[in-house]
């Protein structure tokens, strides 16, 4: 296997591919890449709440990369990338579980920006915090979790904060947006696209390009994003070891 020491060393051998661009962040704390044939594989610890494997390229590269690759990683890594990749090294990897499906999507577009979106000062992520856990217990991005993460909001005409979006776990070139709710009492009122837009806008601006996942039952949601200017992939993630 080649081992691939840059960001930009990825960028080169995948053709500036978003998804292995924004794991390669990793490599500066505790990551590593690799190429095997046409192939190339980047360990990415600790990114979006899991330790990832992320693979990209011909599935008869990609297979054979991921087993020698996995023989070193802990048992709480996941290997992710395209449905049908990920699919197909489970099937030749029979150690390995069901995959897990859902959506990768990116845009290079500069989104219009509204004012109704401002960034979060510090003083307001407790409150941030209170919304997102009351709207969305499950959501992987927290306010005040990490200091690392910029925090966008929307208030109602009434001063209440009512819609959220972050900037989390950006990198690699690629600004990554997490944590996208609304409150329920105003869903439908364009709140949740004015934070979107928001941070969309100031991430492409920044990196020149902005991703998020998305879970592919989320219409709304899919609609959404493609109204920003965002498409993507339908991805997938599996453990590397039942």
Known sequence: MERFETVADVATATGGDALACWAAQRLESGGAA??????????????????????????????ELTRQIRT????????????????????????????????????????????????LTAEELTEAETLAR?????????????????????????GQLVALAADAWSGGGVGFISGVLTDGLVRGMGYAQDT???VTHD????????????????????????????????VAAARLFR
């Open 203 to 234: 991430l492409v601006r920044r990196y020149g390009r902005a991703a998020l996942m998305v879970d592919l039952d989320n219409h709304v949601a899919v609609r959404l994003y493609r109204r920003l200017g965002f498409a993507g992939e339908t």
């Open 134 to 158: 009351r709207v969305h217990p499950e959501t992987w991005a927290v306010p005040g979790e990490s200091p690392d993460h910029r925090w966008a909001g929307a208030r109602h005409q009434d």
């Open 34 to 63: 690799y190429g095997y044939g046409d192939a190339v594989g980047v360990v990415a610890p600790d990114l979006f709440r899991r330790d990832r494997l992320v693979v990209r390229g011909p599935a008869h590269h990609a297979v």
């Open 196 to 198: 979107t837009a928001f």
């Open 72 to 119: 070193a990683l802990p048992v709480t890594f996941r290997l992710l990338g395209t449905a049908e990749l990920v699919h197909t090294i489970v099937r030749e990897i029979p150690e390995l579980p069901e995959a897990h499906e859902f959506g990768w999507m990116e845009t290079r577009t500069l989104a219009a920006s509204s004012r109704r979106a401002v960034w």
